[in-house]
């Protein structure tokens, strides 16, 4: 096969949003780009799938003269969201969807990969399939578990993310935080059940998390600086099986962000007193988890990305879109602290859907604009 043409393009990456898997489940979607990648030219190709995190998927190009070897990183897991945007190549799995756009991000790294497959690159270059971006912390996993090792290390590493904000095909980024750190919160409240006529002989877990909630909500109004700023986010609680029956058990899940690692420290903090002043009060058991797993900001190293934006600005054929940071979370943000490299926006053109939002409907017109920038981009820095 020869480099992929727009339509087959089009094709894979209908194909992969019909095929959206969860976090560290991504069998089907691995198979599928094992298949696609078996279709290239091979002879620069090293392909391994690691045995540690088996859905994940490497591929070196070796380079003709290689003086670094630069990482390209896409994350190839969907979310648990049942989609409602009608399309015929919707979704196949009840109630997963694409809804972050990462059937994009693979399509982008499948052309750039088998262009590079047929035009040998002069750096080496390492594709990254990585699973469990949306929970699980796959980048940081891939490199705990030293899947970066040997030939497969990056010297620098470079990302994107769609933004429906943008328009298709725009580049999106700036120096220094793109995305927030987040911590994912679960909090179990544990008191005793009881029949509801009779409140004085159990302990209302629904009563202490419904304070709780509203005293959380405090945190980022009283707690914190105005001009810093964090959310706290509590998506999901689960509590009773019925309305006559006092539950002994309340949970909740949610979300931290902050664009410092600091800030997120602090609201960390502030929950840990909330929960323990609940617990008191309430006297009942608040047992509090917060993981930040690797949702670390994601913090652009400012040589590379000067470099990168003067690129984009210069290219008079990319619509280049300097960024302010976003709240949203990112696991590159592990990667990137641990390899120099630059994250960037590819404006996907649905400014009526939000990621994660089950009528997220990316303009396929910016896949082949962002392939076009970031090939040109990635020719431009092995002349360095
Ligand atoms: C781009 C995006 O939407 N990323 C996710 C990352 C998940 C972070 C983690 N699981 C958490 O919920 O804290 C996001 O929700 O921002």
């Given at each position: 096969?020869?480099?992929?043409?727009?339509?087959?393009?089009?094709?894979?990456?209908?194909h992969l949003h019909e095929i959206p898997e969860l976090a560290l489940q991504e069998k089907q979607t691995h198979q599928y780009l094992l298949k696609i990648i078996a279709?290239?030219?091979?002879?620069?190709?090293?392909?391994k799938t690691p045995p540690q995190l088996p859905t994940a998927l490497l591929v070196l190009v070796k380079g003709k003269n290689p003086q670094r070897t630069i990482?390209?990183?896409t994350d190839?897991?969907?979310?648990?969201?049942?989609?409602?945007?009608?399309?015929?190549?919707?979704?196949?799995?009840?109630?997963?969807?694409?809804?972050?756009?990462?059937?994009?991000?693979?399509?982008?790294?499948?052309?750039?990969?088998?262009?590079?497959?047929?035009?040998?690159?002069?750096?080496?270059?390492?594709?990254f399939f990585q699973p469990a971006e949306e929970s699980e912390s796959g980048g940081k996993q891939a490199y705990e578990k030293g899947i970066f090792t040997?030939?497969?290390?990056?010297?620098?590493?470079?990302?994107?993310?769609?933004?429906?904000?943008?328009?298709?095909?725009?580049?999106?980024?700036?120096?220094?935080?793109?995305?927030a750190g987040t911590t994912e919160v679960n909090i179990d409240l544990i008191g005793k059940g009881g029949h509801a006529a009779f409140p004085q002989n159990a302990n209302d877990t629904v009563v202490a998390a419904a304070s709780l909630i509203m005293q959380i909500q405090t945190v980022i109004s009283r707690s914190i600086d105005p001009i810093q700023s964090g959310v706290i986010t509590?998506?999901?609680?689960?509590?009773?099986t019925i309305r006559n029956v006092i539950a002994d058990h309340t949970r909740i899940e949610g979300t931290i962000r902050g664009l410092t690692q600091q800030m997120i420290l602090k609201i960390d903090q502030r929950l840990k007193d909330l929960c323990a002043g609940i617990g008191r009060s309430y006297n009942m058991e608040v047992k509090l988890d917060l993981n930040q797993g690797g949702y670390w900001p994601v913090e652009n190293n400012p040589e590379l990305t000067k470099n990168f934006i003067q690129y984009m600005k210069n290219n008079p054929d990319v619509n280049f879109i300097e960024t302010k940071p976003k709240m949203t979370g990112e696991d590159f943000g592990f990667l990137l602290a641990k390899f120099p490299g630059t994250m960037f926006w590819l404006g996907v053109g649905d400014p009526n859907s939000q990621l994660h939002s089950a009528t997220l409907n990316p303009d396929e017109k910016s896949i082949e604009r962002g392939i076009n920038a970031i090939k040109g981009f990635l020719i431009a820095r092995m002349e360095k």
């Open positions: 096969m020869t480099v992929l043409n727009e339509e087959e393009l089009i094709l894979i990456r209908r279709d290239f030219k091979q002879d620069y190709l090293t392909i990482g390209y990183r190839i897991d969907a979310l648990p969201v049942t989609e409602q945007t009608g399309l015929k190549f919707a979704s196949k799995h009840p109630g997963i969807m694409h809804a972050c756009g990462h059937d994009i991000h693979m399509t982008v790294a499948l052309v750039l990969l088998s262009y590079f497959s047929e035009n040998q690159p002069q750096d080496n270059l390492l594709f040997g030939k497969f290390k990056p010297d620098e590493f470079y990302g994107l993310h769609d933004n429906p904000e943008l328009p298709a095909g725009a580049i999106g980024c700036r120096l220094g935080t793109l995305f509590l998506g999901k609680v689960r509590a009773g």
